[in-house]
């Protein structure tokens, strides 16, 4: 997600003007550092003492040991770790104004969506600096704190999903004689025609649209009925919260 986000803000105007990158990894941040004209630093203590703000994108378990090495300062955190409560974060990092969000994907195309919160203490003024930031990235929504996982669950985790959705009738398409290449890109275009039409018309009115009595659309419908397709989706949220839990 580090990458994604870096990768959206080297995309267009107005985004950090210096990106470091510090990773264990050192050949992955040297190639993201890379991609996005960033460079790469010696440690977690160089990067915290470069910084304007740190964006915080590790395994919730590895936290502690971040902190340590940063020794707990910082001068801003923009966190997008799972299941890692802005409370947590003031415990690693004492005073240290902090913003936690959770965005998609998309952000790498300045499409995403970022859910955020406010850690306790952060200034106005420094909140909406952060938040007109990750804007850059897509549309930002603030949500309660409680809310978080679900947002995760909701939005992180869902263009997976919507990439399954795809594959698969792409797939289908191929073996009807498309090209797979020119069948994906059916695809997609006619799901982004699709995600635009729902900010004008809610679902059952599309579904009721393109799906008169006795079509063709409507065969189609009750066969994911029978599939099972809503209960499958609502189960993947399910699964997903589970492991915030």
């Known amino acids: 997600m580090a990458g994604a986000i870096a990768r959206g803000w080297a995309a267009g105007e107005g985004g950090p003007t210096e990106m470091r990158f510090c990773d264990l990894d050192r050949d992955r941040a040297e190639a993201l550092a890379a991609g996005t004209g960033g460079s790469v630093t010696g440690g977690l203590a160089d990067l915290a003492a470069a910084s304007d703000v740190v964006l915080l994108a590790v395994k919730p378990g590895a936290l502690g040991d971040v902190a340590a090495e ?4 910082a001068p801003a955190l923009l966190s997008v770790m799972a299941a890692t409560p802005t409370q947590r974060l003031a415990e690693a990092f004492p005073g240290v104004p902090a913003l936690r969000v959770m965005p998609n994907q998309p952000v790498e195309v300045r499409r995403g969506v970022l859910c955020w919160a406010a850690g306790e203490g952060l200034p106005a ?3 909406d600096r952060l938040v007109r ?13 409680d809310r978080m996982n679900a947002a995760m669950a909701l939005v992180s985790c869902s263009p997976a999903y919507v990439a399954i959705f ?3 009738l792409a797939t289908a398409g191929a073996e009807e004689g498309f090209d797979p290449a020119q069948s994906l890109g059916l695809v997609a275009e006619t799901l982004a025609g699709t995600a635009v039409l729902l900010g004008k018309r809610d679902p059952a009115a599309i579904r009721s649209a393109v799906a008169p009595p006795g079509g063709a659309t409507e065969a189609g419908l009750k066969a994911l009925d029978e599939g099972g397709f809503s209960e499958a989706l609502a189960a993947a949220m399910n699964a997903s919260l589970e492991r915030f839990r």
């Open 166 to 168: 795809a594959e698969a």
């Open 133 to 145: 930031l990750i804007g850059l990235l897509g549309t930002t929504v603030e949500v309660p704190e």
């Open 70 to 73: 940063m020794g707990g300062q």
């Open 125 to 127: 003024e420094l909140r």
